[in-house]
């Protein structure tokens, strides 16, 4: 053991590696692999400065050079978080300003006093204009008694055959909002929709297509 302490120790000296002490060289260490590929990723380090004897030195070494690519990867991702804020203030600006220009649009084409209101009103078309209120809703939640006033305002009535359909409407409409596929599901949706009359109407047409 002393003779190869003293070569080592003669080995070193005589090829004047580094500026620590002899006894760093020397003295065993655990090098982490994770830490080593940590640093190299960073590019302190290259995976070859701590390939051979893992001495305290090297040890060290790897210490500092961990804290180095902290920094490092620390900067980087302060320089990530900033380019992104920066790319999401411009896209937000753009994007928020399109949205308002749609909206402007609706408003003008279907809105209260927009182009379509107004010319539907100055045609005579005027019981029209409620078509365009619930074509500013989204599906679900335009109403039955929604549509049937509708349909009360274009055709002076409500027939039971409009009604019958309109149920139909939205049994079909809530089987959709379900996002199911299922016949049973739609089947349901149906019947929680139609009225007796409805039902029975229904029944009579299914017969027909057997």
């Known amino acids: 053991m002393k003779n190869i302490i003293l070569f080592l120790a003669l080995m070193i000296l005589g090829t004047g590696v580094g500026c620590a002490a002899l006894s760093e060289y020397i003295t065993p260490a655990s090098i982490d692999q994770k830490a080593v590929e940590y640093a190299v990723n960073a590019g302190v380090v290259t995976a070859e400065e701590f390939k051979g004897f ?9 210490e500092t050079a961990v804290d180095n690519a902290y920094e490092i990867k620390t900067l980087a991702l302060d320089q990530m978080k900033q380019k992104n804020q920066l790319d999401y203030g411009i896209l937000k600006d753009v ?3 399109n949205s308002q220009i749609a909206r402007e649009r609706e408003e003008k084409l279907f809105g209260e006093t927009g182009l379509l ?11 029209f204009t409620g078509v365009l209120g ?31 359909m309109i149920e139909i409407i939205k049994g079909v409409q809530k089987f959709i909002n379900i996002g199911s596929n299922g016949a049973d599901i739609l089947k349901e949706c149906l019947t929680a929709e139609q009225s007796a009359d409805t039902r029975q109407t ?4 299914k017969a027909t297509l057997v």
């Open 202 to 205: 229904v029944a009579i047409v």
């Open 117 to 127: 209101s107004t010319g539907l009103t100055a045609l005579g078309f005027g019981a």
């Open 54 to 62: 893992a001495n305290l030195e090297k040890a060290i070494r790897l």
């Open 134 to 164: 619930l074509m500013r809703k989204r599906p679900g939640d335009v109403t039955q008694q929604e549509m049937e006033k509708v349909v009360a305002d274009v055709k002076g009535e409500v027939t039971t055959k409009d009604r019958q």
């Open 95 to 97: 994007v928020t300003c």
